[in-house]
């Protein structure tokens, strides 16, 4: 069974201050894993996607970098308007005809820019 | 920027009644998803569709659920029965490729059974 752990649960920064969230997985083929924003009442935005492991992508003050375990978003001097929830999810390399697999997310990372 | 749309934002239901939750994909994409979010946890999938047929469904998708493309645009989830634990946000993506490519996310329909 795929398995996807996030940590911390939230995290609380001071404006400015660069942290990173961890996102463990477990995955039988791992053909993506995704990164998402969630803001609350609203759907997953997409940040990210990771295929192999050595792999980083980057976009503003957001950095994801995956390993063969684990995946981190790296985020530097954040701003307020950071804030969200940040969810983490995985493609497994499960055989299925139509091509459309579904994603097993973890329970996200709430994080609190204070200004 | 294209986005998925899902109405209605909210949706207030007696247990036991039949409920249709709708979402327009965006319109090149031909894979689309339906995925909920029982308050404070995880987004679970339920469904995933291509070629006018399912093409994967989890545990959570039994016979009281089912879906459909009616037309060009529309893609719906019907729970025929609804039960109190099916109270929940849902979740509708879609995205062009299938396999490997981001699923794109509508704002999702809050579902409240009374």
């Known amino acids: 069974e795929d398995q996807v752990t996030q940590s911390p649960e939230a995290l609380r920064l001071q404006e400015g201050e660069s942290s990173s969230l961890n996102c463990s997985y477990t995955v039988s083929g791992l053909r993506g894993l995704f990164w998402y924003r969630q803001d609350p009442g609203k759907g997953p935005e997409f940040l990210f996607t990771l295929y192999s492991a050595g792999e980083e992508k980057e976009k503003e003050r957001l950095k994801a970098t995956l390993t063969k375990k684990e995946s981190f978003l790296h985020i530097t001097a954040p701003k307020p308007e950071d804030s969200a929830t940040y969810l983490c999810?995985?493609?497994?390399?499960?055989?299925?005809?139509?091509?459309?697999?579904?994603?097993?997310f973890g329970k996200g990372t709430h994080l609190i820019i204070q200004p | 920027e294209p986005e998925v749309t899902q109405t209605p934002s909210h949706q207030v239901t007696q247990m036991g009644q039949e409920v249709i939750l709708r979402c327009v994909p965006i319109s090149n994409h031909l894979y689309f998803y339906w995925y909920r979010q029982i308050l404070g946890q995880k987004v679970e999938f339920l469904v995933s569709f291509y070629n006018n047929e399912i093409s994967e469904k989890s545990e959570i998708f039994d016979d009281q659920f089912s879906v459909e493309r009616p037309d060009g645009s529309n893609f719906t989830l019907k729970i025929r029965s609804t039960k109190l634990e099916d109270s929940a946000m849902y979740f509708c993506a879609s995205n062009e490729q299938g396999r490997n490519q981001p699923q794109h996310f509508g704002d999702g329909t809050r579902l409240s059974i009374l």
């Open positions: 999810a995985v493609q497994a390399g499960r055989y299925s005809g139509g091509g459309a697999d579904g994603l097993t």
